[in-house]
């Protein structure tokens, strides 16, 4: 059931569109070049200085904002564009992606105030003769808000514009059709922020995810306000003898406001066994360090032999339940009859030594 999902979630992210977060990368460099169409901002008075490949604003609450952007053809035939609200969930790999559905297997948001695409208003489609520009107007809806709201708009192509993958790895073929589209953000910045409190880590697992183990945990931002450059240093440990199996460092990301994520880190320990384990995450930035303790179970260590081609030996103490009762069980019943057999025939050597002292 593990595999299933995860199978799924990979068709999912497949189907998301390209970035445009505007945190490392400008809308125009924004793999547009494999797309028939480009998209450009008009930026509004209200702009944060020196961004340009995003919208982020500073707003006031209960107003509205009028936004705009160019979408030209770049082909010499007619097409038409498709326009979605966008949502901003975490990825599993660290980041922020958009999308228009409001959760998925990984990631959701703990607010549903927090949802950008009921405050955006947006044409559904537009359609472009060969070579043509047209300007798009976009309406935001700013709630009575604290922090900041972050979602954004998705484009891609009507016709034409899904193209079939299928991706095979360790006999799981994943099959699916991609959006070949682009997105840009909306960041609504307040002039009130609230009071911050610490990112949250809950409920450490196993997943054996197409082929690999993988350690998940679960990243919670209580705060409404974009966390920024959020690194761990990251290690594994054996629970029985405290001794350290792997460490590593997960990579600066941004956490979205008021969202919730299971996050992953690959096995990169020589073995795989079932037992008790824990993870330590120590946050760079505040210091703060957290364990949180999992199992691996006999049937996750099957799972991943069995995903890998690989043999894995069960140490002689990790032995299931069953064995070890149907070992305790034998051993009852050979003590048990030695007893008797042994007590029978000392029985019977002492009846036959009386037999000789009458005689």
Known sequence: MKLYKSVVLTILVICMFT??????????DNNQQSLPFSVSLNLPQNQVEGVKSYFDLNVRPNTTQKLSV???NLSSKEITVNMMMANALNSPQSGIIYQKERKNDYARLIDRSFYMDQYIEVPETIKLKPFETKKTEIKVNIPDKKGVLLGGLL????EDNKKKVEKTKNDVSVKGNIKIGTAIAIQLNYPKKERQVPLNIIDASNQVFLGGSFVNFQLTNKNADLIKNVSYDYKVMNSKDNKTLFKGKIQPFNVAPKSEVKMR????GKTIESGQYKLVLHETNS???IEKPFEIERTDVKEYAKATNQKVST??????????????????CIVIFAYRFGKKKNKQSNTESEGKKVA
């Open 19 to 28: 970035v445009t977060t505007g945190f490392s990368k400008n809308a125009s």
């Open 70 to 72: 160019l979408i030209k």
């Open 155 to 158: 484009f891609n192509q009507k």
């Open 265 to 268: 880190i690959p096995w990169e």
């Open 287 to 289: 210091n703060n360090e």
């Open 315 to 332: 140490p002689f103490l990790q032995l299931p339940w069953y064995t070890w009762g149907g070992g305790s069980l034998l051993l009852v």
